[in-house]
């Protein structure tokens, strides 16, 4: 176990500074809680071709669903003063969303080690317990940041997100920063070759650093399959920088995480009903809730033609710009929303009009977590 992890889990959840630092992103009717328990299965026997290297290709393709599931929330205490989000979260509650969620067909789960340095991963891996592992799909991530000193500290940091998610292999496996990029990359490869990971991708990566990604796997016969980045309305710096033309010419699924800006763009929050005190988001985003008027007002007048709300515009714009969004899932009504956001197809004109106004709305949402794309 990496010391950094296991200190942070004895001591119960993170420091917040710790899930600001490491963290990114920042995401059905119900069948109960007394739904049979399913033992995981264990990874799929695959039989691996060979490349004209020798080396095993993967056999077969990434499932990239029209929305995933974000768990980093769920990371959090709900303490004030000690979680990135103000999140009160319980097991029952978090299990009625899951339900939800596999009733109306969203089966992709995206969450990373140091969401709450492992509490996100354990509570979602109990949560998911109800259901057979070949019903879902896991995307954890390795973070170079808190990489131990051992002799493999990815295949390490995997069997730790493998314990915590109580699953023998994970579906879709990200490196979650690009410190480094040649030296993490490769140990990606044994992984792949080893049936414990499926598909691989990279997050928070620019484009030349997403190139020598995949030419590194490409020599073993693999290829990066998915990028995952900030990328919203407020926050388009993946499209300026030709990553998202990059990924469509390519066939590489594009993520997009803090979709709704951690609530700012679901129009809930105002100068007079600012996001919850005392949590991290709120000190980044209270300020601009002025300036992001004009644009939640825009979408939810252009919910309300759909018979939805503005935080599924939000979403189905990014739906629309050809990503698949992560949007984080905390409540049961949450996945309503995702529904009707799946189901609304936006006018050119109503995209055009939100990106103006989410330009005029002139805030800066990058973390500082982020490198300039």
Known sequence: MNLTIARARKGGNANPRLLEDWAVIPAHQANGSTSPRTTVSAAPQQTWPQNKYGANMTIDNLKTPTVALGTWAWGDSGETGDGYFGSHLTRAGLEEVADKAHAAGFTLWDTAIVYGMGRSETVLGEVLKRYARSDYQLSTKFNPRIAGTSDDPVADMLEQSLANLGTDYIDLYWIHNPADVARWTPQLIPLLKSGKVKHVGVSNHNLSEIKLADQILGEAGFRVEAIQNHYSLLYRSSEHAGILDYCRNQGIAFFAY?????????????????????????????????????????????????????????????????????????????????????????ASDDIAELEALADAANVNTRGFWEQEM
Not at 264 to 278: F, H
Not at 292 to 318: E, M, N
């Open 258 to 346: 803090m979709v709704l800006e951690q609530g700012a763009l679901t129009g809930k929050y105002s100068p007079e009903n600012p996001l919850p005190e005392g949590s991290s988001r709120a000190k980044i985003y209270n300020g601009m809730l002025p300036q992001l008027k004009a644009l939640t007002d825009k979408l939810a007048s252009i919910g309300q033609s759909h018979g939805a709300a503005a935080p599924d515009v939000a979403t189905a714009w990014a739906i629309a710009k050809g990503t698949t969004p992560i949007i984080g899932v905390t409540k049961p009504h949450y996945i309503d929303g995702l529904v009707r956001a799946s189901s609304i197809t936006l």
